[in-house]
């Protein structure tokens, strides 16, 4: 058994292939700390014990003090635990894992099923000079490994040859072998390391931009829905002593209904204006001290304010390319690059590009760049790309009709009912809501498009912002052309492209095109058959 100490207590390089390391003590933090994490994602399961122990401390105040001992020992012995069991080895081609407490896990993970490694530095890490290294498989729902506490120079010496492994041949005991004789003490670069070029960074004005245009505190408020009752408890009696009647206010048949119009919009106003905050800073913590870089045909994405992020994405794994525009960022005049491959967590149904607190490792996200270093990223992954001047085929406005159809059948008896009641009030919401409903589907319509220019496939989608995706030919899993009973009859068709980072399907569009464009597609793929990995 050996220990992650600095070089100079190792044992040799060939030895050390063959014995299990421990990693530093340091990782009990990090144990501990995913502990609490834990606890605190399964609150909603948790959530009855814990009121019964609120009620028991209610009734016995006292028991508060040994309750709060008894779960800091439980969290400390379950790190200690945890750090404990943990151990690793690196053989030929292959990284063997074991870990666990009661239920023991063990992971063989070859190199060459390594999708992305990523080497973060926690904030209680930093101090001590120490790393987590995580490690995605190609087709897992979740990280396949996660060693924590690493030398930070170990980590990424390790990182470089893991990612160089698959190309060179190099075996595993070459990558200790560097670990032992090619870092130094002190911390020095090591010699040979390939120069990084610097394709874009972000200052902060951007980030602010980015937290602006794409909020994510939807996220955070679904996760405290179990605790909106006591976050409401007492609200109306702290507004009725700062002299507002609530319920005078939104009471319909005492108060206009432009009023009580005006209310909502106000409160609405300053609802979003408080979670654009929060989502502002959100980015900054997430993309503080942004950097994209590439060296070696390999994309690494630095980023990160606490812990800091560094995931690396090699050229050929990349499956697509999204560029995405909100409505508020079509304002800024700002687009999100976002370089995807293998979703790990399998095909979300074309739902890619959607904001998240925490962005996993399957894809790089640049926030908030102009125009021109939008085109700048394009042309440095994909040099032939005619995205900023390929022609969109429409589609069909048979689109329209179908979905105003179904607005058609549910609104008009609504309205009948509510004209039959003289209630008028709900009249103008539906309507109003109508009228909405019928430019977002025109809004929709507009937008979708694609194109296909003989190596680039390229599929325009969005609303008032507007979404595109661009992936070459080769990198196509399955195209399905799909016809219902209606479609068919008026000569259309839908469109499904499935890659491994997920599915897009582009509706009504002309059957003889889609046919004519899964053709080109699929000829493409045959005629230069070229590895999707």
Request: one cysteine or more; glycine letters at 6%; aromatic letters at 12%.
């Amino acid at each position: 058994m050996t220990d992650n100490t600095p070089h100079s207590e190792r044992p040799a390089a060939n030895e050390s292939t063959k014995e299990w390391h421990r990693i530093s003590p340091i990782a009990v933090m990090f144990y501990a700390l995913r502990f609490i994490r834990g606890f605190v994602g399964n609150l909603a399961y948790l959530l009855p014990a814990l009121l019964v122990g609120y009620n028991q401390i209610q009734k016995n105040p006292q028991a508060a003090i040994p309750l709060s001992i008894g779960l800091a020992v439980l969290i400390l012995v379950n790190a200690i635990l945890s750090y404990w069991f943990f151990q690793y080895r690196l053989t030929a081609n292959h990284i063997e894992i074991r870990s666990g407490i009661f239920s023991k896990k063990y992971v063989n993970l070859p190199f060459n099923r390594i999708q992305n490694v990523e080497v973060s530095h926690p904030w209680y890490y930093r101090p001590f000079g120490f790393a987590t290294l995580k490690l995605d498989s190609a087709g897992s729902v979740q990280q396949e490994a996660n060693i924590a506490a690493l030398q930070s120079q170990f980590a990424e010496q390790l990182r470089r040859e893991i990612l160089n492994q698959k190309a060179t041949g190099a075996s595993a005991a070459a990558i200790v072998e560097v670990d032992a004789d090619d870092i130094d003490i002190a911390g020095q670069p090591q010699q040979g390391v390939p120069q990084e070029t610097l394709l874009n960074s972000r200052a902060l004005k951007d980030l602010v931009l980015h937290g602006i245009a794409n909020n994510r505190v939807w996220i955070v408020l679904g996760a405290l829905a179990p605790f909106i009752d006591n976050i409401t408890e007492g609200l109306p009696e702290q507004l009725q002593a700062q002299g507002i009647d609530s319920i005078q206010i939104f009471y319909a048949d005492s108060t206009p209904v432009w009023q009580l119009g005006l209310g909502v919009i106000v409160i609405f106003l300053v609802v979003m204006a408080l979670m654009s905050l929060l989502s502002v800073v959100g980015a900054i913590i997430t993309f503080f001290g942004y950097t994209l870089s590439k060296v070696d045909g390999k994309y690494i994405r630095r980023s990160g304010l606490f812990t800091r992020h560094e995931i690396t994405m090699p050229r050929s794994r990349l499956q697509m390319i999204t560029c995405q525009q909100d409505w508020l960022d079509r304002i800024f005049n700002r687009i999100n690059i976002k370089f995807e491959q293998i979703n790990s967590g399998g095909s979300n149904n074309g739902q890619q590009g959607q904001p998240s607190i925490t962005e996993g490792t399957n894809k790089i996200i640049v926030p908030s760049v102009t125009p021109s270093e939008r085109q700048d990223l394009l042309n440095d992954a994909y040099p032939d790309n005619q995205l900023s001047r390929i022609h969109f085929h429409r589609i069909s406005k048979r689109y329209l009709i179908r979905f105003y159809g179904l607005l058609f059948l549910l609104a008009t008896p609504l309205s009948a009912l509510f004209v039959s009641n003289g209630n008028y009030g709900l009249l103008t919401l539906v309507l109003g809501f109508s009228g909405f409903a019928s430019l977002l589907i025109y809004m929709r319509y507009l937008r979708w498009g694609v194109n296909f220019d003989g190596h680039f496939t390229y599929i325009r989608k969005g609303c008032f912002g507007v979404d595109y995706h661009v992936f070459e030919a080769y990198k196509l899993q399955q195209i399905r052309i799909k016809q219902s009973i209606w479609q068919k009859k008026h000569g259309l068709a839908s469109v499904q492209f499935i890659l491994a980072s997920g599915a897009f399907t582009v509706p009504y569009i002309a059957e003889g095109f889609a046919k004519k464009l899964a053709d080109s597609v699929l000829y493409q793929v045959e005629h230069k058959p070229r590895s999707w990995m």
